[in-house]
């Protein structure tokens, strides 16, 4: 466990990041300042909130834990194929993005589909704003590093999370995220270097790991449906409201796609820096569960005081992450289902208020749900595969698709998605392998299409 002096150094660097949330809560008049930015984010603060917030609990700890159970194919198959999936977004979608974003995807939707697309999308993008995975992470990192049980360091981490969200808005996220940014790098590169040349590099790692040589191939790791369920996943950051928050909030389209072509380089390395670690897990704590063996690992071998840098690293990696989804869900809470419901004109002030209090809503969802999963990533996928399921095809489709479009076509998509995806999670298939979500897509594709076919084309009425 950290020493009573590394943990003061720990709440003095929580008390530094509530102090810039404070110092920017004072520059807040509206939702463009609090949620945007004022939209001048230059290319340095995207890139570094974009990666803060992708590398997560998630990110980091759940990377290492898929890794010890999958292997290299962890890497080979998830990471490579992802990123490359994801290079459309910001060649071609993310530019749009900046332009034809009001506030939040929802207004997305409602310009596409209509105003009951955009209720349905917004209370789906509120679930899985509340990302339970990174509050599963915290909660593993606090029994492993302070004994503390998992209920009681959440709660501490959440609270922390909210008052910086709540104070600063987008402004004090993007600061906070490009410092905890650093403090990311740092810790996730200081660990692997020195146990990789210790355990003999890849001929010790093989070695270690005989009696699962699957684990040192590039593709055999895990079996063809999870490798496909994982691509097909991977495609969520389409459909993702932070990705569509930092394009709209970049101070031109071309500082939005710059951004996030320099984010895939350092996240390819950054997976497989944490690929290697969880076969070094795998090897060194075959008993212990992978996202407990990775912390019991660094409190281990790493010196202390250098193993503070790491805890920080990691923890500021889910606050960067907690605090951008809880935004994006303050923000759909107000804007996108309280507005749209009352039909009422708020005020500034007004919408502010209540995304602040759709922030505090978020947090307490995650807190209620989190621990009921045992691996960081079964719940991480677990709601990004609800939202995806639904959301995907019609956003993009909205997106890229310029043939017709009807609030049929958008109702139908959604809801088919997300209901495929609940009825095959609870009853699947006996004696068949079969991820939900690679049925739930393309089930939805065919729905958007067909309800397309129904009702007012709004594609020549709502161009944005």
């Known amino acids: 466990m950290l020493t009573s002096w590394e943990n003061a150094i720990i709440v003095v660097f929580g008390l530094l990041l509530l102090g810039v949330g404070y110092y920017f809560s004072r520059n807040i008049k509206d939702m463009e300042s609090y949620y945007l930015g004022n939209r001048s984010l230059p290319w340095s603060l995207i890139v570094g909130t974009l990666v803060a917030s992708w590398y997560g609990g998630v990110g980091t700890v759940g990377s290492v834990e898929y890794a010890a159970i999958y292997g290299l194919s962890a890497w080979a198959i998830w990471s490579i194929a992802a990123h490359i999936g994801r290079m459309p977004l910001a060649l071609w979608v993310g530019p749009k993005i900046h332009i034809r974003t009001d506030i939040t995807v929802p207004d997305l939707l409602e310009g596409f589909y209509g105003k009951h697309v955009a209720i349905i999308g917004a209370v789906l993008m509120f679930i899985y704003c509340a990302q339970l995975g990174e509050i599963t992470a915290m909660g593993t990192i606090g029994q492993v590093a302070w004994g503390i049980d998992k209920e009681t360091i959440g709660f501490i981490l959440v609270i922390i999370v909210?008052?910086?969200?709540?104070?600063?808005?987008?402004?004090?996220?993007?600061?906070?995220?490009?410092?905890?940014?650093?403090?990311?790098?740092?810790?996730?590169?200081?660990?692997?270097?020195?146990?990789?040349?210790q355990i003999g590099g890849f001929q010790g790692l093989t070695e270690a790991l005989k009696d699962a040589p699957q684990l040192m191939h590039p593709t055999q790791g895990m079996s063809g449906m999870k490798a496909l369920m994982l691509i097909v996943y991977s495609f969520g950051a389409y459909s993702d409201p932070t990705f569509y928050q930092r394009f709209s909030a970049a101070d031109s389209p071309k500082v939005?796609?710059?951004?996030?072509?320099?984010?895939?380089?350092l996240w390819i390395c950054f997976d497989l820096v944490l690929t290697i670690t969880g076969l070094i897990v795998r090897a060194t704590y075959p008993d212990i569960p992978p996202a407990a063996g990775y912390i019991t690992l660094v409190l281990d071998t790493l010196p202390k005081g250098i193993r503070v840098i790491f805890i920080i690293g990691i923890l500021g990696s889910i606050i960067s992450t907690l605090d951008s989804y809880y935004l994006a869900a303050g923000a759909t809470l107000a804007n996108d289902i309280y507005g749209r419901l009352t039909k009422k004109e708020l005020s500034q002030r007004q919408l502010v208020k209540l995304t602040r209090i759709g922030v505090c809503l978020a947090a307490v969802m995650g807190l209620s749900v989190a621990f009921r999963f045992e691996n960081v990533y079964d719940a991480c996928l677990f709601v990004g595969s609800i939202?995806?399921?639904?959301?995907?095809?019609?956003?993009?489709?909205?997106?890229?698709?310029?043939g017709r479009r009807t609030a049929m076509?958008?109702?139908?998509?959604m809801i088919v998605g997300g209901v495929s995806f609940g009825y095959f999670k609870m009853f699947p298939i006996q004696n068949f392998e079969l991820e939900p979500l690679i049925i739930a897509i393309p089930l939805s594709f065919i729905a958007w299409c067909i309800g397309n076919r129904i009702g007012k084309n709004l594609n020549t009425e709502n161009r944005l």
Do not use: H
Request: hydrophobic letters at 55%; glycine letters at 18%.
């Open 256 to 265: 939005g796609r710059r951004a996030l072509l320099t984010c895939f380089t």
């Open 162 to 197: 909210v008052l910086l969200t709540v104070l600063g808005g987008l402004m004090g996220v993007a600061i906070t995220d490009m410092v905890l940014f650093f403090c990311m790098v740092f810790g996730l590169t200081m660990v692997m270097p020195g146990q990789f040349e």
């Open 387 to 402: 939202w995806m399921g639904s959301a995907f095809v019609p956003i993009v489709g909205g997106l890229l698709g310029n």
């Open 409 to 413: 076509g958008g109702i139908l998509s």
